[in-house]
């Protein structure tokens, strides 16, 4: 879903659902694709199966806009914890 807004407090799942419409991808092993996920609602299958592994290249962009707006990352710092993420970004 598309032009979402996060609250963490109230993030309406639900509502955005329901809402809709709701654009399902499913990128093939091996794909590559870029997502603007400060704007659009997204999620991550669990893997199934013992010898399953998912491997993540994550690159961040940003407009001068995005620059200028205070930005927040608990949710990527829970996902991906300091001692198993490396960052380029200064300070």
């Given amino acids: 879903m598309r032009d979402t807004s996060w609250d963490k407090e109230n993030p309406r799942i639900a509502e955005y659902l329901e809402r809709g419409p709701i654009e399902r991808r499913h990128p093939a092993t091996g794909?590559?694709?870029?997502?603007?996920?400060?704007?659009?609602?997204?999620?991550?299958?669990?893997?199934?199966?013992?010898?399953?592994?998912?491997?993540?290249?994550?690159?961040?962009?940003?407009?001068?806009?995005?620059?200028?707006?205070?930005?927040?990352?608990e949710t990527m710092e829970e996902l991906y914890p300091e001692d198993h993420a490396t960052s380029s970004m200064p300070g």
Avoid: F, N, Q
Wanted: aromatic share 6%; charged share 25%.
């Fill in 31 to 73: 794909s590559v694709y870029l997502l603007k996920a400060d704007t659009a609602m997204h999620r991550v299958a669990p893997l199934t199966g013992a010898d399953a592994k998912r491997v993540i290249l994550c690159y961040s962009y940003a407009t001068l806009a995005d620059l200028e707006r205070e930005v927040t990352h």
